[in-house]
């Protein structure tokens, strides 16, 4: 069975400080990554995504991930973050194997102190 | 183009009722996911169906919860006699049968049991 972990349940960050959201999968094949994005009392968002191609993936609101094979790691970056990043951030991995199915991580709370 | 469509968006129920979730995809697609969100905890997944077929159940409990997804109308979360713990957002994705890697996410159905 596949696993998402995300490391981190909680980070506090001050604003326009950089962060970094760790997110671990399993897998012995290739797999197709995700970071979602979650508001508070709202759905999930996509992030960014990595099926193939270059491993530095550049999502919206300027956040940017780094697939690595080798760690089996896909962890999420911003350089600077603001008030609004303050939410809930979720990792996913949907191996092609499978189908379409899709493995979430518990989330990393992101909040960002003024 | 509207987005995955849940309904209702709150709903109260007092322990014994049954609850009916509802769950309208995206246009064009045709799978379905269901997610479980309880306080401080990740996304937890329940089922996976395509019109007509349950692909994938393995997160559902197995008494009082049943899911569907007929071939016309919304897919249906349905959870009999419910009970406290049964509180909780339950989210619903969707996604189209091609491996183009997203799912897109309703707001979500806050189930409150009394």
């Known amino acids: 069975a596949q696993s998402v972990t995300q490391l981190d349940s909680q980070v506090p960050v001050f604003e326009e400080a950089p962060v970094e959201l760790r997110c671990n999968y399993s897998?012995?094949?290739?797999?197709?990554l995700f970071w979602y994005v979650q508001y508070p009392n709202q759905g999930l968002q996509l992030l960014l995504k990595?099926?193939?191609?270059?491993?530095l993936v550049k999502g919206i609101n300027g956040f940017e991930a780094e697939f690595n094979k080798s760690q089996t790691s896909f962890h999420l970056r911003k350089p600077s973050v603001h008030i609004s990043d303050t939410a809930e951030y979720f990792c996913a991995v949907s191996p092609p194997s499978t189908g379409n199915q899709f493995y979430f991580g518990t989330g990393t709370s992101l909040t960002v102190i003024p | 183009n509207a987005g995955v469509m849940q309904n209702p968006r709150h709903l109260v129920r007092r322990r014994g009722q049954e609850a009916r979730l509802r769950c309208s995809p995206m246009k064009g697609h045709s799978h379905v996911y269901w997610y479980r969100q309880l306080p401080e905890e990740g996304l937890k997944f329940m089922v996976y169906?395509?019109?007509?077929?349950?692909?994938?159940e393995s997160g559902m409990p197995k008494e009082r919860f049943s899911a569907e997804f007929p071939k016309e109308g919304p897919s249906i979360l349905r959870i009999q006699q419910v009970v406290r713990g049964d509180s909780a957002a339950y989210f619903c994705a969707s996604a189209t049968s091609g491996r183009t890697g997203e799912l897109f996410f309703g707001e979500g159905s806050r189930l409150t049991v009394l």
């Open positions: 169906l395509q019109k007509e077929n349950i692909i994938d």
């Open positions: 897998s012995s094949v290739s797999v197709y």
């Open positions: 990595y099926l193939s191609g270059s491993t």
